[in-house]
């Protein structure tokens, strides 16, 4: 925090660091109020671009200070230093204190349940000593760590320890951010692999004994599988002689990837049956592949400065998308990350809070790991992948790792490695790296003397300080279906252009069915007056995957919005279709269960508002039960039989199989519970012997407002396991009646075990609550107070988790004027707040425009 006037940070004032770092030393004594850092780093004027010599530094005591051994007496500011330097490379020596033990904002050196830990990225390494903190300042570290635990970790390989010290050395020139070190009492799950050239790798995953030991076999295995996927499918080989993961409590987000040392939120690496579900081993799995992949995409290859974040985060987010859709179903994992885009990147995309995959400007750098860089980032690649071909995508990889290898990175340099290695001009494709906004494409077709058109427009609305927009280059992927369902034409990529540009088949002999964005080759909303007869026809018969369930979604999202504007029938074409998928044995049923599932109530307000319609987030949510109701109803003859078939027998495994019969099993029984009263659901609960059976008998009957009994008898088997207890927290919340659920969110915060220092419970809570969106929207305004009360209070202890969950707010403009005025009530509310951060300041700015 500081009291300065934030500034604002523009791309376009990009300088190259004055000073060239060669080495650095770092010595650790490790105290929980008074750690004393020693470095010594050695700099060498950067001839070329000759400037001050100014090094970040925030919350730190400086000790002393030297230039080649002599005493120097730097000005310090509340975000550096600055010194008389000479004009020949020289030594910087300084020593200072921090105090990890009082640090509750978790970025730079921390303590969590009695262990020291770190997080750098994106600015944290300023908080740890005086240097450089910018990701294109990149050197060889060594460290010393002394103090008096039994593990003591840093970056690289082992060089020497002894009692109560060990030394580390990282040979790979690395920018601060990807520092690490971890010390505390901890124990090691090891094993082993043996890269592609026949080294020996040691793997440990380290937690606090306890209970976690025997919840580390999954996430090695999983780690393992990613080693060698990316040597089979990138030819990546890993480059130290030793991996290290650490489970962390207190952590603000998901995993980081530290060179050799990835840092984990422990409910992101540590999984058994008997705690975790089919879901957590899924993203479990994912994020460890995400941290490793970034050992090439990250490390070796870093960003010139954080306008870059997404060339490591949007391809490291591709490549663990292409590596789950490896371990089990491609259709299905492309149907869930079509859904996470639509329903949270979409909405981003089209509120206050919308902004380019390559923002050109910020405040505070942690409110831009959002999912437009994330996942946008991802789909733009796939875009690029889609256009030149898989053989021209693993080309121009390949020219990618050799060209950069050991540089800091630009989105330029990227392009430029793919327009050199497949000859295409990618200048009009840059756009989406620059352009914010979901570009809106509208279709329509014309047949005549068997030549059919498809003729599309593409338009994209307004987003903050981007009033104008250009067309950029779209993947359409079509296919033609004839009236019974045969392929006419196969998948085939049209690509887009212009504003508006139509595309002829010839040689038709009827007028056939369009299967559109098939595999959602592009990120954007299809537009498009059809019927349910050929909604219900595609459901049925596309032969791609993707477009079947789309065309189901979109007639769910059709049926939602005539009830909630119509107060109309379900409509009965609807109901037959997905009654047909749900019976069909020869789809997977992993397919299965998501085609039954209905778009979220989050998504139908979007769908209302982009449709001119102010969303009632309360009448929706009654629509929503009515559909499911309804769909319930339709099927109920087969659902025990579902039920029946596809409960697993024998012992639990997470594989992508397994856990798509459960998935299936779970939706039947969602259904069930809406007509049995709950007794499915009751001996579900009763008899599971895994969490994700178990967690859906509760959920089950938390749904229809009951399972009082089962959640007090969960809460008290699991009242030791802090990530099982982070579920019940999350469920009552999310499950709560709409009227009652700030209540509800109230009394968890009253529970003895509610921490909110802890990201993951206050995230179980308040997540909950603004994931709730009847409850959330309830019309008294009290969720919003309620929330913003406590993101206020959050904000003195940990700014950047406070702001993330300040998003909570960003669709206030489609809502009516009631809601709209009391969600920029408690927006207001909280920027007044004395003292508020820079990053909470940033994100309500930004959301009250
Ligand atoms: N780079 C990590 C995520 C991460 C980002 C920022 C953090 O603190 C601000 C922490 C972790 C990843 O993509 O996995
Ligand atoms: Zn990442």
């Not at 730190?60 to 310090?76: F, H, N, Q, R, T």
């Not at 978790?106 to 300023?126: V, W």
């Not at 609960?685 to 009957?701: K, Y």
Request: glycine residues 6%; hydrophobic residues 40%; aromatic residues 10%.
């Amino acid at each position: 925090m500081t009291d300065a006037a934030p500034q604002t940070i523009y791309l376009k004032d990009y300088r190259p660091f004055a000073y060239i770092v060669d080495d650095v030393h770092l010595t650790f004594k490790l105290a929980d109020t008074a750690t004393r850092v020693i470095s010594r780093t050695s700099f060498r004027p950067n001839t070329d671009f000759p400037g001050e010599f100014f090094l970040h530094g925030q919350d730190i005591k400086l000790i002393s200070a030297k230039v080649d051994g002599v005493e120097v007496s730097p000005k310090v500011t509340s975000e550096g230093l600055t010194c008389d330097v000479p004009d020949k490379p020289f030594v910087w020596e300084a020593e200072v204190e921090i105090s990890p033990s009082t640090n509750t904002a978790l970025e730079g050196l921390y303590m969590s349940g009695g262990m020291y830990c770190t997080q750098c990225e994106a600015e944290g390494f300023r908080k740890i000593t005086f240097y450089p903190d910018r990701p294109d300042v990149m050197s060889v570290f060594t460290v010393r760590v002394e103090g008096d635990y039994p593990v003591l970790l840093s970056n690289g390989n082992p060089v020497a320890s002894g009692n109560g010290w060990a030394e580390w050395h990282d040979p790979w020139p690395k920018p601060a951010y990807l520092f690490a070190l971890v010390a505390g009492n901890l124990v090691a799950h090891p094993s082993s692999f043996t890269t592609m050239s026949g080294k020996d790798v040691d793997l440990n995953i380290y937690v606090r004994p306890g209970s976690d030991e025997d919840k580390c076999a999954f996430g090695m295995e999983a780690l393992k599988r990613s080693m060698k996927w990316d040597e089979d499918v990138y030819g990546r080989e890993y480059d130290l002689d030793i991996f290290n993961i650490v489970a962390v409590d207190d952590f603000n987000m998901g995993a980081m990837e530290n060179k050799g040392l990835n840092v984990f939120n422990s409910s992101c690496v540590l999984a058994s049956p008997e705690t975790s579900t089919d879901a957590n081993f899924e993203r479990i799995e994912a994020i460890i592949a995400h941290e490793y992949f970034h050992n090439w995409t990250g490390n070796r290859i870093t960003c010139r400065d954080w306008f870059q974040l997404c060339l490591k985060e949007g391809l490291t987010v591709f490549r663990d998308q292409q590596y789950t859709g490896d371990q089990g179903s491609h259709a299905v994992k492309r149907i869930e990350d079509a859904i996470t885009l639509r329903s949270r990147q979409f909405r981003e995309d089209g509120g206050p809070l919308a902004h380019p995959v390559r923002p050109e400007s910020f405040i505070e750098i942690n409110n831009f790991y959002t999912i437009t860089v994330y996942e946008k980032g991802a789909e733009i690649i796939g875009m690029l992948k889609r256009l030149v071909g898989d053989t021209e995508y693993y080309n121009a990889l390949d020219l990618y790792f050799k060209r950069h290898d050991g540089d800091a990175a630009t989105i330029e340099d990227w392009l430029q490695v793919f327009e050199d290695s497949t000859g295409r001009d990618l200048t009009q494709f840059k756009r989406w790296y620059s352009q914010a906004g979901t570009p809106r494409v509208t279709v329509t077709d014309d047949f005549r003397d068997g030549s059919y058109t498809l003729n599309f427009a593409q338009e994209t609305p307004p987003t903050p300080g981007q009033d104008e927009k250009h067309a950029q280059v779209i993947p359409l992927a079509v296919g033609l279906l004839s009236e019974n369902g045969d392929e006419v034409v196969p998948t085939t990529v049209l690509e887009m252009t212009e504003s508006t540009q139509s595309f002829t088949f010839d040689g038709l002999a009827t007028k056939p069915v369009p299967s559109i964005l098939r595999d959602f080759s592009a990120p954007v909303i299809l537009q498009r007056q059809q019927t349910s007869a050929e909604r219900a026809f595609l459901m049925a018969h596309d032969t791609d995957p993707f477009n079947k369930w789309d065309a189901g979604d979109a007639l769910a999202m059709d049926v939602l919005k005539q009830i909630v504007t119509k107060d109309a029938a379900p409509d009965a074409a609807y109901l037959d279709g997905v009654a047909a998928i749900m019976r069909d044995d020869s789809l997977d049923p992993a397919f299965r269960s998501l085609a039954v599932s209905q778009p979220s109530e989050s998504e139908v307000a979007q769908a209302l508002h982009d449709a001119g319609t102010t969303p009632d987030p309360l009448a929706i949510y009654h629509a929503s039960e009515a559909l499911k109701l309804a769909v319930a109803q339709h099927m109920q003859d087969i659902l025990p039989l579902i039920m029946a078939q596809y409960t697993v027998d024998g012992p639990y495994s997470p594989d992508a199989k397994s856990a798509g019969k459960r998935s299936l099993a779970r939706a039947a029984l969602g259904m069930l519970t809406r007509l049995d009263g709950g007794a499915a659901a009751a001996k579900t609960f009763a008899e599971a012997d895994n969490m994700t059976m178990q967690l859906a008998g509760l959920a089950g009957l938390r749904m229809i407002g009951k399972g009082e009994d089962q959640s007090q008898a969960f809460r008290k088997q699991w009242r030791d396991d802090r990530l099982v207890m982070d579920k019940w927290f999350g469920l009552t919340v999310s499950l709560a009646a709409p009227e009652n659920a700030a209540q509800t969110a109230i009394m968890m915060t009253q529970e003895p075990d509610f921490d909110m220092k802890n990201p993951n419970r206050f995230r179980a809570v308040f997540g909950a609550l603004a994931g709730n969106s009847a409850g959330f929207h309830d019309a008294s305004g009290a969720s919003y107070t309620l929330l913003g009360e406590w993101l206020a209070k959050l904000d003195a202890i940990n700014p950047q988790t406070t702001a993330r969950m300040t998003a909570a707010f960003e669709t206030w403009p489609r809502y009516d004027a009631d809601r709209q005025a009391k969600m920029r009530a408690a927006l207001e509310t909280l920027g007044a707040t004395s003292g508020l951060s820079r990053d909470t300041g940033e994100m309500v700015g930004r959301m009250l425009g």
